[in-house]
């Protein structure tokens, strides 16, 4: 009885480590980017998302936990505003804007405590089409080993992404009701 505790803890160790080892060669990198095309001009979209209060109407993040407490500071919009958030579904961070070029760029910083820690970079970007603006929404950050395991049984691009494509539709909406 005890060889076959020892050989099914050898094993699941030699597992472990395998998937360990599988799990350090992947990227240390990660990108998720989704974009929506709406139709409305850059200039109408743009102050949607470069002041954090009204980015949060849209935002499915901030609107997915109704438990969570946030707080406003620096300015209204642009460079140095600030949003730190603490929920229970919406985790434990700080969202800063470090770039607003208007009307085509706003770039903003994810600081996240928890659930675990995260220091991630956020860019919209704004693309004129004619009546229309294309609208990319893509977040990219370092993924440490915890990390790559994690995203061995999790998709981090379809959960993230996924977040991505609900938010630009509730944009679009609000974007184009302004007709």
Request: proline share 6%.
């Amino acid at each position: 009885m005890i060889e076959i505790l020892i050989y099914v803890a050898l094993a699941i160790a030699v597992c472990v480590g395998a998937l360990v080892i599988y799990a350090a060669r992947q990227p240390d990198t990660f990108r998720v980017a989704r974009t929506a095309n709406i139709n409305a001009p850059a200039e109408r979209i743009y102050p949607l998302i470069n002041e954090l209060r009204t980015m949060n109407t849209w935002n499915p993040f901030a609107l997915s936990d109704p438990q969570m407490n946030g707080s406003y500071s620096g300015p209204a919009s642009g460079v140095g505003a600030q949003f730190a958030f603490e929920g229970k579904k919406s985790g434990a961070g700080r969202i800063e804007i470090t770039e607003a070029i208007s009307p085509s760029k706003v770039a903003l910083r994810l600081a996240m405590w928890r659930p675990m820690k995260a220091d991630n970079a956020i860019e919209f970007s704004l693309d004129p089409k004619g009546a229309s603006t294309d609208v990319t929404w893509a977040m990219t950050g370092q993924t440490p080993l915890t990390g790559k395991v994690l995203h061995l049984f999790m998709d981090v691009d379809k959960m993230c992404g996924g977040a991505f494509e609900e938010g630009l539709a509730k944009l679009k909406v609000i974007a184009e009701e302004g007709d």
